[in-house]
């Protein structure tokens, strides 16, 4: 079956879902060292072997998908704990603990192994302000990554240094912003900025900064934190949005017009 991107896949969620999900990965996470925090455990499961053993864990993963609603459809508990050796399952298990009413709605739109690295993101990503303002489909397809990359550091320490964990899909996820490139690759307005920018830089037109000024005040957080990333401070002035503190975008284009007063007079 073709990799369906998160964004096709998510556009019909509105923002109370965002909401809920970063709400649910604020949260704070769970003291592995304390056992009483295992009774938090959400699945009505009569544990038979203590939870040190690594079917025991495979066996509540799959039981946990179940009860909320969004089962795993291929992956059963036998083929995790083939796949998997017990320092990874535990990162899954931590993260279903600390977050575990991530939204269903968000659940049935990932695929298996996507349902399950977004606990382990959940766990290894405590902060989420680089992606608070992005599209859901970016919030999600950062914390899956996450996920992915954790679950592989932890094979290849604890396991096999030689051989990487293969993650089936997990290549869509190494591909360095895959939702964001993806996402605004067909926005006719970002185009159109993206034209400007290089006909500015290529040809030295100040003249241009106006009419880029005006389109960027026509864009919403999300397609300038895009442009943002990629083209800096410099380029953008006053509507650049930091990745590491998102700030209130103003309406203004009172840099560039500055600039472009200062580059007339100095034509004078």
Same mark, same amino acid.
């Given at each position: 079956?073709?990799?369906?991107?998160?964004?096709?896949?998510?556009?019909?969620?509105?923002?109370?879902?965002? /909401? !809920? #999900?970063?709400?649910?990965?604020?949260?704070?996470?769970?003291?592995?060292?304390?056992?009483?925090?295992?009774?938090?455990?959400?699945?009505?499961?009569?544990?038979?072997?203590?939870?040190?053993?690594?079917?025991?864990?495979?066996? /509540?993963?799959?039981?946990?998908?179940?009860? !909320?609603?969004?089962?795993?459809?291929?992956?059963?508990?036998?083929?995790?704990?083939?796949?998997?050796?017990?320092?990874?399952?535990? *990162?899954?298990?931590?993260?279903?603990?600390?977050?575990?009413?991530?939204?269903?709605?968000?659940?049935?739109?990932?695929?298996?192994? /996507?349902?399950?690295?977004?606990?382990?993101?959940?766990?290894?990503?405590?902060?989420?302000?680089?992606?608070?303002?992005?599209?859901?489909?970016?919030?999600?397809?950062?914390?899956? @990554?996450?996920?992915?990359?954790?679950? /592989?550091?932890?094979?290849? &320490?604890?396991?096999?240094? @030689? *051989?990487?964990? @293969?993650?089936?899909?997990?290549?869509?996820?190494?591909?360095?912003?895959?939702?964001?490139?993806?996402? #605004?690759?067909?926005?006719?307005?970002?185009?159109?900025?993206?034209?400007?920018?290089?006909?500015?830089?290529?040809?030295?037109?100040?003249?241009?900064?106006?009419?880029?000024?005006?389109?960027?005040?026509?864009?919403?957080?999300?397609?300038?934190?895009?442009?943002?990333?990629?083209?800096?401070?410099?380029?953008?002035?006053?509507?650049?949005?930091?990745?590491?503190?998102?700030?209130?975008? !103003?309406?203004?284009?009172? !840099?560039?017009?500055?600039?472009? &007063? *200062?580059?007339?007079?100095?034509?004078?």
């Amino acid at each position: 079956m073709a990799y369906k991107h998160l964004e096709d896949r998510f556009d019909d969620l509105d923002d109370s879902v965002k /909401e !809920k #999900f970063l709400s649910e990965v604020r949260k704070e996470r769970i003291d592995p060292t304390d056992r009483k925090n295992w009774s938090k455990f959400p699945v009505n499961y009569e544990r038979g072997r203590p939870l040190s053993y690594k079917y025991a864990w495979s066996d /509540e993963i799959v039981k946990f998908f179940k009860e !909320k609603g969004a089962p795993l459809e291929i992956i059963n508990s036998q083929y995790l704990y083939n796949k998997l050796n017990r320092k990874v399952i535990k *990162r899954i298990v931590y993260g279903m603990i600390s977050t575990p009413d991530i939204p269903v709605e968000i659940l049935r739109k990932l695929e298996d192994w /996507e349902k399950i690295c977004i606990y382990a993101g959940a766990w290894v990503k405590r902060d989420s302000s680089d992606v608070e303002y992005n599209h859901l489909s970016e919030i999600v397809g950062a914390y899956v @990554k996450a996920g992915i990359n954790k679950l /592989e550091k932890v094979h290849v &320490l604890n396991y096999d240094s @030689k *051989r990487q964990l @293969k993650i089936p899909g997990s290549q869509n996820y190494h591909k360095a912003n895959y939702v964001q490139e993806r996402l #605004f690759s067909d926005d006719s307005s970002i185009n159109d900025i993206e034209n400007l920018l290089t006909e500015e830089a290529k040809n030295q037109n100040y003249n241009l900064q106006e009419r880029i000024a005006i389109k960027l005040d026509s864009l919403d957080k999300n397609q300038l934190s895009y442009l943002s990333k990629k083209y800096g401070k410099d380029r953008l002035g006053d509507y650049y949005i930091s990745p590491e503190k998102p700030v209130q975008i !103003k309406n203004s284009i009172n !840099k560039l017009m500055n600039d472009i &007063l *200062r580059n007339s007079t100095s034509d004078k």
